[in-house]
């Protein structure tokens, strides 16, 4: 702690324009601290983009949204590779949980953990969508992504027999360049710079769910903003109410969940990330199957 921001280094210079945050949000303990572009981490596929065209419109209802009736079937099971540790798993439950907050609703189920997969497993980005398993995975070898070095993550999927549905989805974490966990715990290694778990899993299951990108000019706070302050202490492990309100317009709201406003209200005390990751934590001590993917 105690260092000031005086020679912080924006590694990534070419995503720093048009880009408000509040800094109050984040925490600085130690480390260079730098905005990552998160854009090239989402591709919407061209079935999706036909069946909704509003997903670049700020003024439609739809906008954000790139598949409008979320998953064929909920609730969506997962399975963690093999290589994931237990504090990555717990931030990644963590995640998890705040977006089923948001619509009072279960929409995951944990199907265990691959006992041989890993991202390593896979020769290519698009050739895990080919086992039918929703895998979250640690990359070694970025390369064969075809991503850029510097994307952190990047979620893929299948759409159903429309592309208003999603039918199967991966995430695949860029564990070649970055650390990767918990950013108030984990030190940067090198040239490897933290990445805090719970902040990026917020922003890709929010692409695994169903979300687009959202324009900082729309929306600064929301967690789907194409970008993430990365590095040691820094974490974003929020989402805004619009947000809450583009997942209820695919998955709608059950309970407590549907007065926004009171959801608002718990997100401006700022325990809610901890209260899930507490939540996480004691979830995963009691659901942890292993189990082979099924081919
Ligand atoms: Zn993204």
Known sequence: MGKTYNNMTFKYAGSMAAIVLVFGNFVACGSQFYQVSVEDDFEPTEESIAANPDMNDPESTLYGIHAPSGWQKLPIPFRFGKDLNEEQKIHFLAAIKTWEWAVGKNLFEFAGTHEQT???????????LDDQINGQYLDNDWAKTNKDDAVLATTIWNNGSSGAEIAKADIRFNNEY??????????AEGNKEVVDMQSLALHELGHLLGLAHIDVNVDSYSIMNPSLFIGEGLTSRKISRGDIERIQQIYGCEGDACDIDSLVLELEKDTEAEEMTATAQSWLASNTPQVEPSK
């Open 178 to 187: 970055y650390v990767i966990g918990d950013s108030l715990q984990l030190s």
């Open 118 to 128: 890993t991202g390593d497993s896979f020769t290519d980005l698009y050739s895990s």
